[in-house]
Nanobody, 134 residues
Framework: VQLVESGGGLVQAGGSLRLSCAAS????????IGWFRQAPGKEREGVAC????????YYTDSVKGRFTISSDNAKKRVYLQMNSLKPEDTAVYYC????????????????????????????WGKGTLVTVSS
């Protein structure tokens, strides 16, 4: 099983980046994929997720309206388009997979039970660093 993130980098505030998560070794359509981030000295938190079975999505309030999650099931890839980036978006961004759940359920877990949700994910990538300068 592998999840490999790419697309991170340094960008000025107000700019955009597109992250990619390439999945292999598991039945992609049976999983929901979440994007999480961890800033220095802070807990890992979820920001967006997508259900690969029906394409439904969920965003946490911190990124709603700025970030867009999408997936290409044929390529087994999930993307996170990040616009209007702010310095507080600086973090290592991870993708993670959860079996047999929906974006709504996973997203609500991100919002109200963040530590539990992080612990409950089945697979994780190693992360990609996003730095937003002011």
């Amino acid at each position: 099983v592998q999840l490999v993130e790419s697309g991170g980098g340094l960008v000025q505030a107000g700019g955009s980046l597109r992250l990619s998560c390439a999945a292999s070794g598991f039945s992609f359509d049976d999983y929901a994929i979440g994007w999480f981030r961890q800033a220095p000295g802070k807990e890992r938190e979820g920001v967006a997720c997508i259900s690969n079975s029906d394409g439904s999505t969920y965003y946490t309030d911190s990124v709603k309206g700025r970030f867009t999650i999408s997936s290409d099931n044929a390529k087994k890839r999930v993307y996170l388009q990040m616009n209007s980036l702010k310095p507080e978006d600086t973090a290592v961004y991870y993708c993670a997979a959860a079996y047999g759940t929906t974006a709504q359920a996973l997203g609500q877990g991100m919002a109200v039970r963040p530590l539990h949700t992080v612990a409950a994910m089945d697979y994780w990538g190693k992360g990609t660093l996003v730095t937003v300068s002011s």
